[in-house]
């Protein structure tokens, strides 16, 4: 069963705005989140993760929010650039450096 | 410095064959994990190896085997290939100290099984 869901397949956003990326969980046991980008042809890159004792991590234009009550996290890219075009994977794991648990990826296309 | 590294880039196999996949972690780490990622799905945890023994496994057959150096390189293999097992596979390393459990992926093996 999917313990990590991102509800959308793909999202496209104009050059400048802000991107907004969700991913919903369903494992309570859950400590750690992170998000990856991934391109054609390569593996997934690393952007951003936070713990469960947080609700907002920040990295440049990068933030990534939990509600640990609702079990949902969020990815906020601003602003938006045509290089951010990727599929965005949410994963979560419940103890650090262990198994991840990845969604099954949300396509963004960033226009200009 | 030297990202993950893994051979081969492509394979094609027949039904019925093993296959051996190799991974180098990056520099400094010590902990490899190996996923297969399907096409249209994100990547799905097959095991982790943690000073040369599987730590932790996921949700695969007993086809699926491993092994991980003194050097902490590692080696995937997959006996009795089946069609469903054409995927691209991933290994990812990780450093001593956990942080916040980011690992750090390869470029992948894609492996085709006819």
Redesign the interface.
Known sequence: DQQVKQNSPSLSVQEGRISILNCDYTNSMFDYFLWYKKYPAEGPTFLISISSIKDKNEDGRFTVFLNKSAKHLSLHIVPSQPGDSAVYFCAASEDSGYALNFGKGTSLLVTP | DAG?TQSPTHLIKTRGQQVTLRCSPKSGHD?V?W?QQAL??????IF?YYEEEE??R?NFPDRFSGHQFPNYSSELNVNALLLGDSALY?C?S?PPT???????????TRLTVT
């Open positions: 993950v902990t994990s996923y249209g799905q994100g990547p799905q945890f982790q730590r932790q996921g991933l990812a990780s956990g942080g916040t459990g980011e690992q750090y992926f390869g470029p992948g």
